[in-house]
């Protein structure tokens, strides 16, 4: 608990009941009195539900598979009353960008990850799939993969050592962290040399530990 509070602090939650309850009166008329207690309490249940991952929600609450510690935590309709009116910020005004919904959300884990303390050490950075509609925009013309690299390395120190992948890896990509005074080692794929470059062993050509 007190690892999650350093990412999310009270104030976080208290903001989160005060705009939930200003969501559900508007869209019910009625007073919901959500507190930042209870805030809390949905997180903590979003996270045993993630770790469990029933097959339908309402199970969490039934005879025969429910959960003591869900069940005494919060009623089942309150649980679905809260995420139903969950908000962080007031929806009546007008967007400032397109996740400007779950802004603070982001701004909470961000300015935290920011404050923790670097050293000059080795950072490894890898990449995970995730299921995506809209578009993104590279904003250093090295690629996708690399300006993630590039955007990462402003909150490291000068002289870090850092690993990736072929996902990541270009030339360009390595000359400008070493511009930038970072060192960085990774795979690259064949078609990512320039076409002067030396003639590798392919790997079905090579034995184990070669």
């Known amino acids: ?12 939650f208290q903001n989160a009941a005060f705009f939930t309850n200003k969501y559900h009166l508007s869209q019910h008329g009625c007073l919901l009195n959500a507190t930042a207690a209870d805030i809390k309490n949905l997180y903590g249940l ?37 995420r139903n009116s969950l ?25 935290r990850c920011e404050a923790l303390a670097t050293e000059i050490t080795d950072y490894s950075i890898d990449e995970q799939m995730i ?3 809209g578009r993104t925009f590279s904003d250093t013309g090295l690629g996708v993969g690399p300006s993630t690299v590039i955007r990462l390395t402003k909150h490291l120190p000068k002289g870090s050592f850092l690993y990736f992948d072929r ?13 930038l005074g970072y060192k960085a080692t990774g795979t ?16 079905r050509n090579m034995h184990r530990g070669e």
């Open 1 to 12: 608990m007190e690892y999650f509070q350093k990412y999310f602090p009270e104030d976080h």
């Open 46 to 82: 979003h996270i045993i539900m993630g770790c469990l991952a029933y097959p339908r929600v309402r199970m969490y609450w039934s005879e025969g598979f429910g959960l003591a510690q869900i069940k005494n935590a919060m009623t089942r309709d309150k649980f679905f009353t809260l």
């Open 87 to 111: 908000h962080f910020v007031d929806t009546l005004q007008p967007p400032v960008n397109k996740l400007f919904k779950i802004q603070p959300v982001i701004n909470c884990v961000r300015s």
């Open 131 to 133: 299921p995506f509609t």
């Open 167 to 179: 996902y990541f890896t270009t030339i360009p990509l390595l000359e400008k962290l070493l511009e």
């Open 188 to 203: 690259i794929a064949l078609n990512r040399l320039p076409l002067q470059r030396m003639d590798f062993p392919l790997d």
